[in-house]
């Protein structure tokens, strides 16, 4: 969503250690052997949930600022004020003036950044870990309280405006797939308006809109403070209790429903796109609830269909038919698999020929995911495809911000980071026989919508 953005699947920093990790006092914690990473949860008084990991292979720390309030789940008469509020969070706070919080951290060594996603707001900061402290003030300093004035919010009404321009309404294919889909395949207004926001409605936002949504939504009670690196957790949660401990805690509004009822009816959109020279297709899924097994199950079958160069969908339309030069796609375009609570899609997507036929693609598509409604999977694909996820996860689970994330949004949205160590269980629990049940649910062609975008501009 920003300029500022980085990969939420980040990929950094090498090894994990061995742990046995025992955390007296903690919410969450436990006694456990093995490859294990370590979790200590607690939470304040004012309802801030706070994720320790400590992580000593680098003397770095990462410390990230999660907030209960994303994309999908904004102002039902603000569209877009999601994505504003991360950017106003660069502009000021108490005691540190605009870019101050950007200069602190970079002149420190850091890097930094905070994007926008479905269910949550982040932002966070990957530093030397001698400066923990002077950070964790910082990131305070601007829950506590934002020091802006209209001219700073004009400022940011225009830059918000002009990235929707670059990014969607001047750029071919802008909006393709990830803001597209979801407005079609999706019938519940929360899970289908214009995420990026209606440029009317940014424009209507005024400072009194900004101090409310910050005293509202960026209320401890309504976030979590993950610190992953090296430090000493008696230490740190000393330093998180001393500036964050009396950031006063607000009433938080009801959660709106996301639920979305179970399509029956295959969707066919297209769009015309005059900036675009070639077509390109996209066709999605409802996915199944969060952390059932047959969610799970999903995740093994993107593995099959999708990733990598084995998948059977790239096999079937690069490798085999040359329909396409590629095809991308998954759960959850904007992050991935963990860090969404709600309704979501899986997605494939690709661009192709015009003499390609969208019909052609669908139909070789149709003829891979149908064997895996009807077939059982033997037990060598299943465990390849295993062997991918797990490598995917512990890949991310290896950078310092990809474990932060993981960790912020099981305690986000689960109440619970210590899912982190059980996700390969929840894996090794799906069978061939849970497998098809899934697909033959969650791929049947009724629960499909299938974007077509229409080129208009000359080749």
Do not use: C
């Not at 540190?96 to 970079?106: P, S």
């Not at 490598?391 to 949004?409: C, E, H, I, K, T």
């Amino acid at each position: 969503m920003s300029n500022r953005r980085l990969s939420l699947l980040g990929r950094a920093v090498p090894v994990l250690a061995l742990l046995t990790v025992v955390v007296p006092g903690a919410l969450s914690s436990q006694a456990v052997s093995g490859f294990r990473i370590p979790v200590e949860y607690h939470k304040l008084p004012n309802g801030l949930r706070v994720v320790l990991s400590p992580d000593r292979t680098a003397p770095t720390a990462t410390i990230a600022a999660y907030y209960g309030v994303g994309l999908r789940n904004e102002p039902r008469n603000r569209t877009g004020f999601a994505h504003l509020f991360e950017h106003m969070m660069f502009q000021g706070s108490s005691n540190l003036g605009k870019n101050e919080f950007i200069n602190l951290v970079q002149s420190n060594g850091g890097t930094l950044n905070g994007s926008t996603r479905f269910d949550y707001t982040n932002y966070f900061e990957i530093v030397p870990a001698h400066t923990l402290r002077t950070m964790l003030w910082a990131e305070a300093d601007r829950m506590r309280g934002l020091a802006i004035d209209q001219a700073m919010l004009t400022n940011q009404q225009g830059v918000v405006k002009s990235e929707v321009r670059v990014n969607v309404l001047n750029q071919p294919y802008g909006g393709f797939p990830w803001l597209d889909l979801p407005q079609h395949a999706n019938t519940n207004w929360y899970n289908s308006h214009n995420f990026y926001g209606d440029l009317a409605e940014l424009d209507a936002a005024t400072l009194e809109d900004v101090r409310a949504f910050h005293k509202t939504f960026y209320a401890p009670n309504n976030a979590v403070v993950v610190v992953v690196g090296d430090f000493q957790s008696a230490e740190a949660m000393g330093m998180i209790r001393e500036y964050f401990g009396n950031i006063p805690s607000a009433p938080q509004p009801a959660k709106p429903d996301l639920t979305e009822p179970r399509q029956v009816k295959e969707k066919r959109v297209s769009k015309p796109d005059d900036k675009a020279n070639r077509p390109a297709l996209a066709f999605a899924y409802h996915m199944p609830d969060r952390n059932t097994p047959e969610f799970y199950a999903m995740g093994l079958i993107d593995q099959l269909l999708l990733q990598g160069n084995d998948a059977l969908l790239r096999q079937a339309l690069v490798q085999k038919s040359g329909l396409t030069g590629s095809v991308t796609g998954g759960i959850n375009l904007l992050g991935n698999m963990f860090n969404y609570s709600g309704p979501m899609l899986w997605t494939v997507s690709l661009f192709h020929d015009k003499n390609v036929t969208a019909e052609r693609i669908l139909a070789a598509s149709d003829s891979v995911v149908e064997r895996l409604r009807s077939t059982l999977v033997d037990q060598a694909t299943l465990d390849r495809a295993r062997i991918k996820l797990r490598s995917g996860f512990y890949d991310v689970m290896n950078s310092g911000f990809g474990r932060a994330d993981l960790l912020a949004s099981f305690a986000l949205f689960d109440d619970d980071p210590s899912r982190i160590n059980n996700i390969e269980s929840e894996f090794r629990k799906v069978t061939p026989a849970i497998l098809r049940r899934t697909a033959a649910e969650y791929l049947r062609p009724t629960n499909r919508t299938v974007l077509s975008i229409e080129p208009k501009a000359a080749p």
